[in-house]
């Protein structure tokens, strides 16, 4: 058996839910008296007899099994969590989106409007854009690079060593004690990310072509393209290319709702739980998602819609938290002072909707779990923030069902889901230039006797998920109370993953038990 790594205690304030919340103080411990045992167990008492928190959790220990039939509210994102779509299609058209507004607009290399049929190959998910070197970085859990590229072309292991060493990367207290961005780097976690990865690769290699820059200042244009074609008055004003192309052809792009996930929503109705729907998504694209995927009556799935909810600031930003709008002909009205009913509404935050919570179930602290694609927007801000149930929608756990292949063998036989013959490659399944989502090997030592590290990734998902699971309709047919082993410290690394974890986690046959 190859051992992984034993993963660093997180830092308070880093990592970790608790220490973050804790504020992280440098302060020693008061010192504990001697002879005291009266005072100790009246501090014990205090302790047992403290309050659950009520960020939203209703209290939540995360500890031992979890069941869906303990929760009394399910929220659900909706991009790539109900509505999934064709990868390799949608893939394509976000590209395309983005490059045509750079090439017409900023007067970037028209070649960047040209794409190999294998090129999707270099999208996937967990990687880390160093904006002002132009590096895309693939991190272990302790922060060091794995694998890195500059532009596309991937970097040699003498090559990684010589620019970042064995120690952390020099951003990595920043990113993974918030799961976040910044002007200096960007995390790719999701399917609407990824195509600007590639484009961005290619970007580097362009300005390279003409002079090698020390710093490269082409963000702002990304930034630009992303909002010139995903802006609220996009959809309605038929701005950009995306919104034109899937209101024209939404088949090409979107995937159906399978009937036993719309059986499994009514069931969870039926069973008396409060469903809601919040995604960041403005009203009219959402209307049309879920009318095209689920159906006209989509509505009568939910008690509550919640659209443009600005993840993750829906859950973060307290305590100066954006209010709720009312919409009228999917225009935002009014801001409103407090929520008192279901219903459909814009913006908003998570601490308002939690007192609505309280009105419909009756409870002062109902049990929400909320399901999510993006750990940056769902999953890290509902469980950090709002103390909910997290479970993580993991398409990689369709693909990654092979090992870590050794430095330069061939691909193994059981990889599937190439597009050959001038398609674009499925961008979930194993990118050969990024390798396994979850482990890989240290940069020099491929060849070596040498224990796999996780990546970070891998890391935040045992961290902040209750579960991971490859999609709703993976668990839509058990029972309401079927037991689901968490993600605990107490439980081995591959313990959360249903219906089964993923292979590259598992080498040789064997778990691993987390540290």
């Known amino acids: 058996m190859i051992p992984l790594r034993t993963p660093k205690r997180p830092r308070a304030g880093e990592g970790s839910p608790a220490g973050a919340r804790a504020g992280g103080s440098d302060r020693p411990a008061p010192r504990r008296r001697k002879h005291r045992p009266r005072s100790f167990l009246l501090l014990l008492l205090l302790f047992l007899l403290q309050p659950p928190l009520r960020g939203g959790g209703g209290g939540l220990a995360m500890q031992g099994d979890f069941s869906l039939a303990d929760c009394d509210v399910m929220g659900f994102d909706l991009d790539h969590t109900l509505c999934r779509y064709h990868l390799p299609q949608s893939a394509r058209l976000i590209y395309d989106s983005f490059a045509h507004y750079l090439v017409t607009e900023k007067g970037y290399d028209k070649d960047l409007l ?16 160093d904006i002002e ?15 890195a590229s500059h532009g596309t072309k991937c970097m040699t292991s003498e090559e990684i060593l010589e620019t970042f060493g064995r120690r952390e990367w020099k951003h990595f207290s920043t990113v993974s004690g918030m799961v976040s961005r910044s002007a200096k780097y960007y995390l790719y976690d999701n399917y609407f990310d990824l195509p600007g990865a590639l484009l961005c690769a290619r970007v580097v290699d362009s300005l390279d072509q003409h002079d090698r820059q020390k710093t490269y200042d082409f963000w702002k244009d990304m930034v630009a393209a992303i ?76 008690d509550v819609v919640i659209t443009n909810a600005l993840k993750p600031g829906f859950f973060s930003h307290t305590p100066n938290q954006r209010p709720f709008r009312t919409l009228e002909n999917d225009e935002e009205q009014e801001a409103l002072l407090s929520l008192d009913k279901p219903g459909w509404y814009s913006q908003g935050n998570t601490i308002q909707l939690y007192e609505l919570l309280k009105k419909m179930t009756g409870k002062l602290d109902p049990k929400v779990v909320y399901f999510g694609d993006s750990m940056h927007s769902d999953i890290f801000p509902a469980r950090h923030y709002s103390n909910w149930e997290t479970v993580f929608i993991l398409e ?3 693909g990654d069902k092979v090992t870590v292949p050794a430095e330069n063998e061939s691909e193994p036989l059981e990889k599937k889901g190439k597009y050959e013959g001038g398609q674009l490659k499925t961008p979930y399944f194993i990118s050969e230039q990024w390798g396994s989502y979850f482990v890989d090997r240290l940069p020099g030592l491929e060849n070596a006797e040498e224990t796999l590290v996780r990546t970070w990734s891998c890391k935040c998902i045992s961290t902040y998920s209750t579960i991971a699971i490859p999609s709703l309709e993976a668990i839509a ?39």
């Open 114 to 129: 040209t794409l190999a049929p294998d090129s999707l190959d270099f999208c996937c998910k967990g990687l880390v854009l």
């Open 133 to 147: 070197e132009g590096n895309f970085l693939k991190l272990a859990e302790d922060g060091t690079v794995l694998r």
């Open 396 to 398: 990689e756990l369709l």
């Open 477 to 515: 047919d058990l029972p309401l109370d079927y037991r689901f082993t968490r993600f605990s410290s107490n439980n081995s690394a591959t313990a959360g993953y249903y219906p089964s974890p993923p292979r590259a986690l598992l080498p040789i046959e064997e778990s691993v038990t987390m540290k």
């Open 227 to 302: 909002q010139h074609n995903y802006k609220i008055s996009a959809f309605k004003e038929d701005c950009g290319m995306y919104f034109p192309e899937v209101k024209n052809n939404p088949d090409k792009y979107l995937q159906r709702c399978p009937e036993s996930v719309k059986k499994w929503l009514k069931q969870l109705k039926s069973a008396g739980k409060i469903l809601l729907l919040i995604t960041s998504s403005h009203s009219d694209y959402c209307r049309l998602l879920c009318e095209h995927t689920i159906g006209n009556d989509f509505e009568e799935y939910f």
